[in-house]
C-alpha cells in the first residue's frame, strides 16, 4: 500500500562545544544523536527520518543551520504547536528556529545557494575562560593588515586542495568563494569579550573538509611571519604541492548561515 509522504525544512541553532559534531556516533554525543532523541519523544515514536545540509565538526557552532525531516502517513498538524514543543524538550543549547514544509523533490544537499561562515579570533592577550566556545584566542600579536590581504586571496576560483584535510588525488579541488574577508568582528559581542576581536567571514556554495580552518590556519601563520603572501598566492595555484600544516581551532568556527 501507497503511504503518502511529509517533508519540512528545519532551521536550527547550536553552541557546539560540548558536542562532537553532527554524524552519529558510537557512545558519543553528537547533534544529531540529540535531534533524533527529542524528535523520537516528541513524535510519539512515529516512523521519521532526518538528514542535515552538511556535516559538521565536533565543537563547532551554528547561528543557523538546517535539517530535512522525512514523515509518512499524515502530516504535522500544528507546525507552531510541533516547533514549541521540540524546543521544550531539547537540551539548552540547541534551539529550533522554523519549520518549513518543502516538496518532495528538494534536496538539502544540492539545493543550498550558500553557506556563510565566521570564524572568531582575538590576539595578543589571554581571553576570559567564557570566550572558549567561540572564539579563538592566539597570545602571541599578529600582522592584522596583512593577513587581510591574504584573506583576499581566497576569494574568487581557486584550487583549494590544500586547504582539504586528507585529500587525495582523485578529489575536486576547484571551487568558488563570493566573498573572503577578514574584518574586525562587531556582530559577536559579550562583557567578556576582549575589547577587539575579529572574524574572518566566507561565503560560497561548498567547501572541504576543514578548508575554512586550514585557510585561517595559514593566516595565522602569515599574521606570525611564518609565511608570507606569495606563499598564500602559489598554495592557490592548479598544481600546488604545499600542504598546510596549521588547522585552527574548531571553537571559533560558526556556520553563520545557510540559504536554499
Not at 556563510?116 to 582575538?122: P, R, V
Not at 576570559?128 to 593588515?145: G, Q, R, S
Amino acid at each position: 500500500m501507497f503511504q503518502k509522504r511529509y517533508y519540512y525544512l528545519f532551521k536550527f541553532q547550536f553552541l557546539g562545544y560540548r558536542f562532537h559534531g553532527w554524524q552519529k556516533q558510537p557512545k558519543t554525543k553528537t547533534l544529531h544523536l540529540m535531534i533524533d532523541r527529542t524528535l523520537k519523544y516528541v513524535l510519539k515514536d512515529r516512523y521519521f527520518k532526518t538528514l542535515a545540509a552538511s556535516r559538521t565538526d565536533a565543537m563547532v557552532s551554528a547561528q543557523e543551520a538546517a535539517f530535512e525531516l522525512f514523515l509518512r502517513d499524515h502530516p504535522l498538524e500544528d507546525k507552531d504547536q510541533f516547533l514549541a514543543a521540540f524546543n521544550a524538550n531539547l537540551p539548552q543549547d540547541i534551539r529550533a528556529l522554523s519549520i518549513e514544509q518543502v516538496s518532495a523533490d528538494f534536496n538539502i544537499i544540492q539545493d543550498s545557494k550558500f553557506k556563510e561562515y565566521h570564524y572568531l579570533f582575538s590576539e595578543g592577550q589571554k581571553c576570559h575562560p567564557f570566550c572558549a566556545p567561540i572564539l579563538t584566542t592566539v597570545l602571541e600579536p599578529l600582522n592584522i593588515a596583512v593577513m587581510k590581504q591574504g584573506a583576499k586571496y581566497f576569494q574568487g576560483t581557486h584550487n583549494f586542495k590544500s586547504y582539504c584535510y586528507k585529500a587525495t588525488d582523485k578529489g575536486l579541488y576547484e571551487r568558488t568563494l563570493d566573498c573572503c574577508e577578514l574584518i574586525e568582528n562587531t556582530l559577536y559581542k559579550a562583557n567578556f569579550f576582549p575589547g577587539k576581536s575579529y572574524m574572518l567571514r566566507v561565503i560560497g556554495k561548498g567547501y572541504g573538509r576543514h578548508q575554512i580552518r586550514l585557510m585561517m590556519g595559514s593566516l595565522i601563520a602569515l599574521g606570525r611571519g611564518e609565511v608570507d603572501l606569495e606563499f598564500i598566492e602559489e598554495s592557490l595555484r592548479p598544481n600546488s604541492t604545499i600542504k598546510i600544516n596549521f588547522i585552527a581551532p574548531a571553537s571559533g568556527l560558526i556556520l553563520h548561515k545557510i540559504e536554499f
